[in-house]
């Protein structure tokens, strides 16, 4: 969504991405630019996707939420992201099997399935396979200017990685979650 809207009743299941993406910026081009007051009702499901479940952000992404009852499962990354400056309400959210939280004593992101935090960060002369998820390392993602937290890479190629001092010039405007 960029602009005002309203989603009622909606399952939102495998997008590749995000199940909904909230985005609201008076630097965009063309008539949508502004999702205040966005919100999601009634009983809505959103599942089984690539990234975020609900992915929210922007200067003027506020002022909206959730007035319902809300069900984030099984997503790739968080269910709910809420990484707006103003703020939103979000009144029943139920989440479970997400795939990645925040260990605060590491300051690292982990998967859902991770018992630690190294299988997933990026490793020079590590096998990879396509579909492997990554995220740079955290000198790395501390340097990326419009690196997202908890934004996940997923391999397109098979093969080793480079050795130290050669990790990759992350894309995060590819397709999907960029390409290592």
Known sequence: MRAHARLENVEVRG???????????????GPYTNAIGWTIGGRSTIRECGRYGLFVH?????????????????????????GDQFGNVYSQIEADSNGVWV??????????????????????????????????????????????PGFQFRCVTA???????FEPAWDAHAAVGGAV
């Open 15 to 29: 997008f590749q991405g995000d199940g909904v993406h909230v985005f609201g910026s008076p630097s965009l081009p």
């Open 58 to 82: 922007g200067s003027v992404a506020n002022s909206g939420g959730v007035d319902g009852v809300l069900s984030v499962h099984g997503n790739g990354s968080f269910g709910v992201w809420q």
């Open 103 to 148: 260990d605060y004593e590491a300051n690292e992101w982990m998967r859902g399935e991770s018992d630690v935090t190294a299988t997933l960060a990026w490793k020079p002369g590590h096998v990879y396979a396509v579909g492997d998820l990554v995220v740079p390392t955290l000198a790395k993602r501390a340097a990326m200017a419009d690196y997202i």
């Open 159 to 165: 093969g080793t990685s480079a050795g130290v001092g």
